[in-house]
T-cell receptor, first 116, second 111 residues
Framework: EAQVTQNPRYLITVTGKKLTVTCSQN?????MSWYRQDPGLGLRQIYY???????DKGDVPEGYKVSRKEKRNFPLILESPSPNQTSLYFC???????????????FGPGTRLTVL | DAKTTQPTSMDCAEGRAANLPCNHS???????VYWYRQIHSQGPQYIIH???NNETNEMASLIITEDRKSSTLILPHATLRDTAVYYC????????????FGKGTSLLVTP
C-alpha cells in the first residue's frame, strides 16, 4: 500500500533532550516536506527536500534540522527541544517534476509532540 | 501563490450535495486550484485539482468559473465521514514550496 509513515505517533519529552521523528514513503517520491500544525496558526512548513541531499528551509525552520540521505526517508531532528515546539507534525511527499498530478502531496498520519 | 477566501464553516445534511465555494480572484494563468481536506487531526488528504476545465473524480467534482476567479468543490452525496476542514489552495505547479492551507472551511455533515 502506497503510504507515508511517521514514527513515533505520540511523544512526550523534556526540554533539551534530542529527538528524531522519522518519515518514510514507499512511492519513490522526489519531494518531501515537514509541516507543523498549531491551533489558530494552521499548517506551516518547516523544511522541504526536492531530492536526495537537497534540503531547504520552509517558513518556520528555527530549532529543527533535517537530512535526506535516501530518497524514501526524511527525518526531522530536534537537537534541543523547547516547549514552543509542542505541536502536531506532518510529513508529506509528492512525485514532483512532471504534470499536475505529480504535485499532489500525500501526508503521513501525524506525530503529536509534547515538550515539557 | 494566489490568496484564497473560503467561508469559515458550512453545514450539510447527510445524503445531500455539499457545495464548498472558494474565491481566488488574483489567480494567475499558471496557477492550479487544489482541494485538500483534513479530518480531525489526521493528515491532510488530497481531493482534486484543476486548471481551467471542470474536473470529476471518485471523491468530488470541481467547478471552476470561466474567468477562474472562483471555484466550487462539490461532494455529491455527503456522508458523516465527510465532516472535515476543506482547504482550497492555488499554486504554481511543482513549485516545491509549501501548500498554503489557510483557514479552510469547516464542513459539518449532520444526520
Amino acid at each position: 500500500e502506497a503510504q507515508v509513515t511517521q514514527n513515533p505517533r505520540y511523544l512526550i519529552t523534556v526540554t533539551g533532550k534530542k529527538l528524531t521523528v522519522t518519515c518514510s514513503q514507499n512511492m519513490n517520491h522526489e519531494y518531501m516536506s515537514w509541516y507543523r500544525q498549531d491551533p489558530g496558526l494552521g499548517l506551516r512548513q518547516i523544511y522541504y527536500s526536492m531530492n536526495v541531499e537537497v534540503t531547504d528551509k520552509g517558513d518556520v525552520p528555527e530549532g529543527y534540522k533535517v537530512s535526506r540521505k535516501e530518497k524514501r526517508n526524511f527525518p526531522l531532528i530536534l537537537e534541543s527541544p523547547s516547549p514552543n515546539q509542542t505541536s502536531l507534525y506532518f510529513c508529506a511527499s509528492s512525485l514532483a517534476g512532471g504534470g499536475a498530478s505529480t504535485d499532489t502531496q500525500y501526508f503521513g498520519p501525524g506525530t503529536r509532540l509534547t515538550v515539557l | 501563490d494566489a490568496k484564497t477566501t473560503q467561508p469559515t464553516s458550512m453545514d450539510c445534511a447527510e445524503g445531500r450535495a455539499a457545495n464548498l465555494p472558494c474565491n481566488h480572484s488574483t489567480i494567475s494563468g499558471n496557477e492550479y486550484v487544489y482541494w485538500y481536506r483534513q479530518i480531525h487531526s489526521q493528515g491532510p488528504q488530497y481531493i482534486i485539482h484543476g486548471l481551467k476545465n471542470n474536473e470529476t473524480n471518485e471523491m468530488a467534482s470541481l467547478i471552476i468559473t470561466e474567468d477562474r476567479k472562483s471555484s466550487t468543490l462539490i461532494l455529491p452525496h455527503a456522508t458523516l465521514r465527510d465532516t472535515a476542514v476543506y482547504y482550497c489552495i492555488v499554486r504554481v505547479l511543482n513549485s516545491g514550496y509549501a501548500l498554503n492551507f489557510g483557514k479552510g472551511t469547516s464542513l459539518l455533515v449532520t444526520p
